[in-house]
């Protein structure tokens, strides 16, 4: 199993992206699925995650600017991200909850990780 991360980019203040987040490989089902950042020298920090039924929950300083979605079909998560702010600069790291085995507890696999800046 595999996540391969994408959309990030040089935006300016205001702005706005999308990141995506694709699993790929043999696996059974996938459970909730997570958006982290992390900057130099600091923790890594939840962003948003969602769960199979959809279920959403964000830091605060996200709320009312980011979105979590996912599309089952795909394997795919994605976060959208509007009025972007210097502050939200970060390597941002995907994870999905995934069961690869009848019987087992889901495993977190990780993605690896897509650069944001946001400056002018």
């Known amino acids: 199993v595999q996540l391969q991360a994408s959309g990030g980019g040089l935006v300016q203040p205001g702005g706005s992206l999308r990141l995506s987040c694709a699993a790929s490989g043999s696996f059974l089902s996938i459970n909730a699925m997570r958006w982290y950042r992390q900057t130099p020298g600091k923790q890594r920090e939840l962003v948003a995650a969602i769960s199979t039924v959809g279920s959403t929950n964000y830091v605060d300083s996200v709320k009312g600017r980011f979105t979590i979605s996912r599309d089952s079909a795909k394997n795919t998560v994605y976060l959208q991200m509007t009025g972007l702010k210097p502050g939200d600069t970060a390597v941002y790291y995907c994870?999905?909850?995934?069961?690869?085995?009848?019987?087992?507890?889901?495993?977190?696999?990780w993605g690896q990780g897509t650069l944001v800046t946001v400056s002018s």
């Open positions: 994870n999905q909850d995934i069961r690869t085995t009848w019987g087992r507890d889901p495993t977190t696999y």
